[in-house]
């Protein structure tokens, strides 16, 4: 039998006058239930199973059905109970199953009486700001926050502001990994070029440097300083894999390495720049720290002449014959013969930059005018046979748009690229010619998304005169 839902308010937190502060005593609840106690210890787990099956057993979140006796005496010689639903009642038999009353005549059971004593640390989040929230806030219970290291990032509206404190609180007390709530208090990408953003501290200590995992990187920054947004790690991953070993990649944008220095790791050339100075240390010591020095090169360096100076700067490396050098793998031991070290790999630096990405949503297109006259006067290495045949870049530019379940963001998109190149651009496949994929990133506001748009180089834009 299914418990019901009165049955079920019992394991609902306690009634609590909404309040600006937190009183985790509040939260103290005795349950009254009934428990089979187990005469024989090694039963325990058969019994458990028997009234599982006949849905005896007390079956709620978070909570184990199996409990040290209540009596003292027992319980130190380990002797255990079982909690049954609260539709048992220890002093009625009528409201046993079949299976319980079987466990008792046989006398391998007997139901006593229980008191299930909760605190504030069982109840959820959810549960407890339920509870210290007003009744009209719990259609919009903040739940969602952005998780960096030990740093939970809020953004909340307004109207929470009474109760921002202690949100953070409880936030903190039911995150074992989170130290440290702060609440941003402007916009990204509007107020300043580096995206950082200015905060306050709704709990713990203002520490604000932390570390971070990612597609199997390590990186270390003090969030205050740089732009970090672990939301985006699925779409580092989606870009990571279009990358190959042995292409370059030209991140413009490239923050302290999110992209570069997994594509690095996996063996994929990365030209990586970013403007502001605290993100160029940082990205300096995730590439140290992550052994990817052979393939990542840092720049510290404004992101519109970075991308004609990087194509320059690709090509004259690739004819100096630049390439990375893989060491081998130890040579196995061999018992017949004495083994041979086998020779270190050399991986040519390619003359041309296969991917661009630039992660700048704000203002990321408006960059696109830059690329106009990038391998102006090397056709040649575009040429039919050249290369294996060398493609032109593919270019992956994040932007915003407005959310919308028609084809308005995509075309407008398109018509803002089309604007910066100089050249007709719509909604489709990137790697025919004219056409954009545009792929749905996340949300970032109810009436707004990021999406990322990806198409190939036009050959009348890579091959234009520069201006």
């Known amino acids: ?170 936030i903190v007390d039911k995150n074992p990994l989170i130290r440290t709530v702060i609440n941003k208090v402007d916009n990204v990408g509007t107020e300043n070029a580096y995206r950082t953003f200015q905060y306050e501290v709704l709990a713990g200590e203002d520490d604000m440097g932390v570390q971070v995992m990612e597609s199997g990187c390590v990186f270390s920054f003090n969030y205050a300083k740089v732009y970090w947004n672990s939301r985006l790690e699925t779409e580092h991953s989606r870009l990571v894999r279009l990358f190959q070993p042995g292409e370059v990649v030209c991140d413009v944008m490239a923050g302290i390495g999110p992209f570069a220095v997994p594509a690095g790791k996996k063996g994929v050339f990365v030209w990586a720049n970013d403007m502001n100075p605290e993100s160029y240390k940082c990205l300096l010591t995730a590439i140290e720290k992550n052994k990817a020095s052979q393939f990542v090169r840092p720049f510290n360096e404004d992101g519109r002449t970075f991308i004609r100076k990087a194509a320059d700067d690709v090509l004259a490396a690739s004819r100096r014959g630049e390439a990375a050098t893989i060491a081998p793998k130890r040579a196995s031991r061999s018992k017949a013969a004495v083994p041979v070290a086998p020779e270190p790999t050399l991986v040519p630096l390619p003359p041309t930059i296969s991917h661009f990405v630039m992660n700048l949503p704000a203002s990321a297109i408006t960059f696109l005018d830059c690329f106009r006259g990038l391998y102006a006067g090397h056709e040649d290495l575009f040429a039919a046979g050249a290369g294996g045949g060398r493609k032109l870049p593919l270019v992956h530019v994040h932007c915003f748009a407005l959310k919308s379940d028609d084809d308005v963001p995509l075309l407008d998109i398109a018509e803002r690229i089309s604007k910066e190149l100089g050249v007709s651009m719509r909604p489709g496949d990137a790697e025919r010619e004219g056409e954009v994929a545009i792929h749905d990133v996340r949300d970032v506001a109810p009436a707004k998304r990021m999406f990322c748009a990806t198409f190939r180089l036009p050959a009348e834009v890579a091959f234009a005169p520069r201006p």
């Open 1 to 170: 039998m299914a418990n019901t839902d009165e049955e079920m308010n019992l394991f609902r937190p306690p009634l609590v006058k909404a309040s600006t502060t937190l009183n985790r005593a509040l939260f103290a609840k005795t349950i009254n239930l009934a428990a089979a106690r187990v005469s024989k210890s090694q039963d325990i787990g058969r019994y458990r199973k028997i009234l599982e099956t006949s849905k005896d057993i007390l079956e709620v979140e978070r909570l184990s059905a199996v409990a040290a006796d209540p009596d003292q005496t027992l319980a130190s010689q380990g002797r255990k109970c079982l909690l049954l639903r609260p539709g048992i009642k220890a002093e009625v038999p009528e409201t046993w199953g079949p299976a319980l009353k079987d466990g008792v005549q046989k006398e391998d059971l007997s139901v006593i009486l229980y008191e299930l004593k909760l605190d504030y640390n069982y109840w959820s989040y959810h549960d407890i700001i339920a509870r210290i929230l007003p009744e009209e806030f719990h259609d919009d219970i903040p739940s969602g926050f952005n998780s960096v290291g030990h740093v939970a990032h809020l953004n909340l509206r307004d109207r929470f502001a009474p109760y921002k404190k202690v949100i953070a609180e409880v």
